[in-house]
């Protein structure tokens, strides 16, 4: 198992910049495909970016796409979300979720797919 804490989110004008962590614990976090996913109030919870075990493939959510990089550090168990160009829209609640070990190079969109949450951190991206 792991546990999983995120971290970084406030409030930001629109145009600027935060950076989210997802710091893990446990032995496991290497072996892990990762994601990021948001919620915002009164929509259902969307899928964002993912990164596979090693970091070396990632995938975006369109909306994101150029504006957002997600990236990993498993020496420090530690999962990132790089959110640039911000826009009120973005505003939401940030998760960071695990695919189940054994998922190898795979990634997926799916949040009912993915085994293991963080409690959230919220962005407010005011206008």
């Known amino acids: 198992q792991v546990q999983l804490v995120e971290s970084g989110g406030g409030l930001v004008q629109a145009g600027g910049s935060l950076r989210l962590s997802c710091e893990a614990s446990?032995?496991?976090?290497?072996?892990?495909?990762m994601g990021w996913f948001r919620q915002a109030p009164g929509k259902e919870r969307e899928f964002v970016a993912a990164?596979?075990?090693?970091?070396?493939?990632?995938y975006y959510a369109d909306s994101v796409e150029g504006r957002f990089t997600i990236s990993r550090d498993n020496a420090k168990n530690t999962m990132y979300l790089q959110m640039n160009s911000l826009k009120p829209d973005d505003t939401a609640v940030y998760y960071c979720?695990?695919?189940?070990?054994?998922?190898?190079?795979?990634?997926?969109?799916?949040?009912?797919?993915?085994?293991?949450w963080g409690l959230g951190t919220q962005v407010t991206v005011s206008s």
């Open positions: 990164i596979t075990l090693s970091g070396g493939n990632t």
């Open positions: 446990g032995r496991t976090f290497s072996s892990r495909a």
């Open positions: 979720a695990a695919l189940p070990a054994g998922w190898g190079t795979r990634l997926s969109v799916h949040s009912d797919e993915y085994e293991n």
